[in-house]
């Protein structure tokens, strides 16, 4: 499977994001970071900046809700032109039931993991999403270091994925991914990566997202 780059639009110039939502065509989804200050300490955009971009994109809608018990808002991003909609294992009390109510919406469903929360959470939810998120970081701000030590956790969902023959699901990570850390997600089992920080700091955004796809394909370095 062909390794999908995400772009974070959180790393983008928020002052011209017309523009800076064009600069990333080359992409394969455009990652969209809900924050509510309450399940993450900061808070980004809501329904309404989904909106305004979604007519200047034509790539899939990647929509990671950091919302603590989101079910009143997936409507909302529904109507905003969400693709798919991410919920957080740590953030929904019955979450068979959110899970089912974005699909109920027709929209694609992903769950996503909290570095300290282990892969074993989304076992019971798998047959219910078509991604699983797993976290390379703590949510809640772009720019943070990579936390070498999720890697074990990747490998743990592929090998999950694999076992219980759920059909394809996309393996995704976020957070502190570039070029050097690109490789090493890869080999543990991802299929999507996200990044912000790595593509937005490049004037050049295509060359920034080819220069992913191509560390993406690369061989880890031996550490
Ligand atoms: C973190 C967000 C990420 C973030 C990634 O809470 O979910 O999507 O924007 O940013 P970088 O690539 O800068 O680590
Ligand atoms: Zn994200």
């Not at 983008?12 to 800076?20: I, N, P, V």
């Not at 969209?32 to 809501?46: A, E, K, R, T, W």
């Not at 570095?115 to 019971?124: E, H, Q, R």
């Not at 999507?192 to 920080?197: E, M, P, Q, R, S």
């Amino acid at each position: 499977m062909e390794v999908k780059i995400a772009p974070s639009i959180l790393a983008a110039d928020f002052s011209r994001l017309k523009e800076e939502v064009e600069s990333v065509e080359t992409a394969d989804w455009l990652h969209l970071d809900i924050m509510d200050g309450q399940f993450v300490p900061n808070i980004s955009f809501g329904p309404d900046v989904v909106k305004a971009v979604r007519s200047h994109s034509s790539l899939l809608f990647d929509v990671h809700l950091m919302v603590h018990e989101p079910d009143p808002f997936l409507e909302s991003f529904k109507e905003a032109g969400a693709d798919r909609l991410t919920v957080h294992v740590e953030a929904c009390r019955h979450l068979h039931r959110t899970l089912s109510n974005i699909r109920e919406l027709g929209l694609r469903a992903g769950v996503a993991l909290n570095p300290a929360t282990p892969a074993s959470m989304v076992a019971p939810v798998l047959h219910l999403v078509d991604l699983v998120l797993v976290m390379t970081v703590n949510p809640g701000f772009g720019g943070q270091r990579f936390l070498p030590e999720t890697l074990g956790k990747l490998a743990e969902v592929r090998r999950m994925v694999e076992r219980m023959g759920v059909g394809p699901v996309e393996l995704e990570v976020d957070g502190g991914i570039d070029s050097s850390t690109a490789p090493l997600v890869v080999e543990a089992g991802a299929t999507a990566l996200v990044a912000g920080t790595s593509i937005f700091r490049e004037p050049d955004r295509s060359r920034a997202i080819a220069r992913l796809r191509e560390a993406a394909g690369a061989r880890p370095a031996p550490s």
